[in-house]
């Protein structure tokens, strides 16, 4: 019984944060389906909504929900005009080089973020209304920050879902992913579309890390996270958003039970040898699908 207890411990803690990779590798899947770019600064984008929301909450003392809220809002504004500035005039350009410079913004947020006063290369922890409470289902004792993860995630998923399935903003970003030019031809404004994704991605991001903060810490390389999320991203299929959830699930549970049972060190390798061993069977990723050309 007692090892039972144990592994459903460990499932449960494992979801928390496989919840956060599977949020920042949709925001992945998010820029990559309307874009074709794989934007590898995803993580500091949440390390930023991390470090806004110890600001706003902690530092300027607003309500937790209040500041949380508007370090998603300012991480997306951050998104958009990242998207403007510097992704717009890479437009044409080889895919290659745009990811070098999604790669060097992520270097240059973690520059700029660890020379800001009050910031810098501190780590801090952001306390939440549910910090040190806990919810007993017999013998299993579930931390409320863990749970509060795990049905906040649920609740934006189907935000996201109704989004994009009801409203005519969300349905122009679905058309624009599936065919740019004839989104275009459609009157669809492409590349304000193209700026609103990445801001939606970048809230998603913020969101992630107002989620994460409270099981870790704060800190300039927190977003290295994103190097965990990617492979969530490949293993459910990048392109598919159910695969992004579906993959940081079980990256983060694969990652929890392999810490408790297996030698110090398996942690840091188990997500990316179930990666392998997924796309050895299914080279598309569980949820993606595969496309044939004719030449």
Known sequence: MEGLVQFSQQVVSGTAIGCVYALVALGF????????????????LMMIGAFLAFTFIVVLGMNFWI????AVVVTALFGGVLDRTVMRPMVGQPVFAIVMVTIGIGFAI????????????????LETPFFGKVVRLGELVISQDHLAIIILTVLLVAVLFLFFRYTRLGVAMQATSQNQLAAYYM??????????????????????????????????????????????????????LPGA??????????????????????KDIAAYVVLLAVLIVRPEGLFGQTIRKKV
């Open 67 to 70: 500041g949380g809220l508007l």
């Open 187 to 240: 009157g669809i404004p492409v590349k304000n579309v193209f700026s609103m994704i990445w801001a939606i991605s970048a809230a998603v991001a913020a969101f992630a890390g107002l989620l994460l903060a409270p099981i870790a810490f704060i800190h300039v390389n927190m977003g290295l996270l994103g190097i965990k999320a990617f492979p969530a991203a490949v293993l459910g299929g990048f392109g598919s």
């Open 110 to 125: 973690r520059a700029t973020v660890s020379m800001i006063p009050g910031w810098g290369v501190d780590t801090y922890f």
């Open 245 to 266: 959830i579906v993959g940081g699930l079980i990256i983060g549970i694969v990652e929890a039970l392999s810490g408790f049972y297996l030698p110090e060190g398996f």
């Open 29 to 44: 899947v998010l820029i990559f389906k309307a874009t074709e770019v794989v934007n590898f600064a995803q993580g500091e």
